[in-house]
């Protein structure tokens, strides 16, 4: 006979089904939390992508500062001098001072070149038979 030991009894089969269920479920859950990790929200992919926008913010705020600083010289010069509100007068509104000569020369492609200067002869042309007249 058996001593008693106070537990049902059971089979070896029992034993070993019961532990694969409790396997089965275990990894379950880790693939189900591994899952989350790697691409649900606060997971990997989106710190990744979080990162990234986090540099281009960065960059964005760089190129800000680089042209805050030039704006901040600007307003410098143009509150110490006339020089500055002259030059940005001239290049920016186009003003000549009184007295001043103003040229403007012109780019002209290579083949108009030559048409340019047929219809300036007939110009010139027409204009000495108005004086003739």
Request: hydrophobic share 35%; proline share 2%.
């Amino acid at each position: 006979m058996r001593p008693f030991t106070g537990a049902a009894p059971s089979s070896n089969a029992e034993s070993g089904h019961s532990v694969k269920l409790v396997l089965v479920v275990l990894l379950t859950l880790f693939v189900a939390l591994q899952y989350r990790l790697w691409f649900g929200e606060g997971g990997l992919e989106e710190r990744a992508r979080l990162r990234a926008r986090i540099e281009e913010q960065r960059e964005t705020n760089r190129v800000l500062l680089e042209r805050n600083r030039r704006l901040e010289v600007e307003v410098f010069e143009l509150q110490q001098g006339l020089e500055t509100i002259e030059e940005r007068a001239r290049t920016d509104l186009g003003m000549v001072k009184e007295g001043e000569t103003y040229y403007q020369l012109l780019d002209v492609p290579s083949g108009s070149a030559q048409k340019t200067g047929e219809i300036n002869r007939e110009a010139a042309k027409s204009n000495d038979s108005k004086w003739q007249d």
